[in-house]
């Protein structure tokens, strides 16, 4: 059974940062491409950024956060991870994980497990 954690969300002023970390109980974990979504109240799920297969692979950004935040795994620890800096207001959100076989996606509905979500709040 596939199982998706997030932690080190929280609450943070404007211009801070915060790591947040996806610990997966995925078989063959390194075959897997992973991405981070989040969610804002009254808001769709939007993409974030996501990593292909192998750690030193393809990643892709939202336009919003490129520049910003990085994504990376550790396949040895079967852990993803992603680093966000000068955080914004606009970042509020509820920050998921998720994974798919193979190839990375853009596309949330091409992603077959979820974790549960950590909270992210930016103060100003």
């Known amino acids: 059974q596939v199982q998706l954690v997030e932690s080190g969300g929280g609450l943070v002023q404007a211009g801070a940062s915060l790591r947040l970390s996806c610990a997966a109980s995925?078989?063959?974990?390194?075959?897997?491409?992973m991405g981070w979504f989040r969610q804002a109240p009254g808001k769709e799920r939007e993409f974030v950024a996501a990593?292909?297969?192998?750690?030193?692979?393809?990643?892709r950004y939202a336009d919003s956060v490129k520049g910003r935040f990085t994504i990376s795994r550790d396949n040895a620890k079967n852990t993803m991870y992603l680093q966000m800096n000068s955080l914004k207001p606009e970042d509020t959100a509820v920050y998921y994980c998720?994974?798919?076989?193979?190839?990375?996606?853009?596309?949330?509905?091409?992603?077959?497990?979820w974790g549960q979500g950590t909270q992210v709040t930016v103060s100003s």
């Open positions: 990593i292909n297969w192998n750690s030193g692979g393809i990643t």
């Open positions: 998720a994974a798919k076989y193979a190839s990375v996606s853009v596309v949330h509905a091409q992603y077959a497990y």
């Open positions: 995925i078989r063959a974990f390194s075959t897997y491409a």
